[in-house]
């Protein structure tokens, strides 16, 4: 019963924002660990960001200053604020949960179909 589904994607130009969110049904956001991933043409899937139970969160060295992942408990939403977007950020984001405290593991349980995101120098 636990659905996923993102949505906020576009073509932005490098150096502009973009917000996904992620709206859940069937789970309660912050309960286990939530996360962004995302994956482009030719490379492996890379985790971008998480936040667990507790509201601690990680993020990927890359993406480290300049995204920002949070909990929004009233609308049951996860989202992931993007600034300075580069065009290597290009590729489709995902979310993702994992029944799992205090810890992410990065072996999710639960995956969005995913959102697009173009960047363009």
């Known amino acids: 019963q636990v659905q996923l589904v993102e949505s906020g994607g576009g073509s932005v130009q490098a150096g502009g924002s973009l917000r996904l969110s992620c709206t859940a049904s069937?789970?309660?956001?912050?309960?286990?660990?939530m996360a962004w991933f995302r994956q482009s043409p030719g490379k492996d899937r890379e985790g971008v960001a998480s936040?667990?139970?507790?509201?601690?969160?990680n993020y990927a060295d890359s993406v480290k200053g300049r995204f920002t992942i949070s909990l929004g408990i009233a609308k049951n939403t996860l989202y992931l604020q993007m600034n300075n977007l580069k065009p290597e950020d290009t590729a489709m984001y995902y979310c993702?949960?994992?029944?799992?405290?205090?810890?992410?593991?990065?072996?999710?349980?639960?995956w969005g179909k995913g959102t697009q995101v173009t960047v363009s120098s």
């Open positions: 993702a949960a994992e029944r799992r405290i205090a810890v992410c593991s990065g072996n999710p349980n639960y």
């Open positions: 936040v667990n139970n507790y509201g601690n969160t």
């Open positions: 069937g789970y309660r956001v912050g309960t286990y660990c």
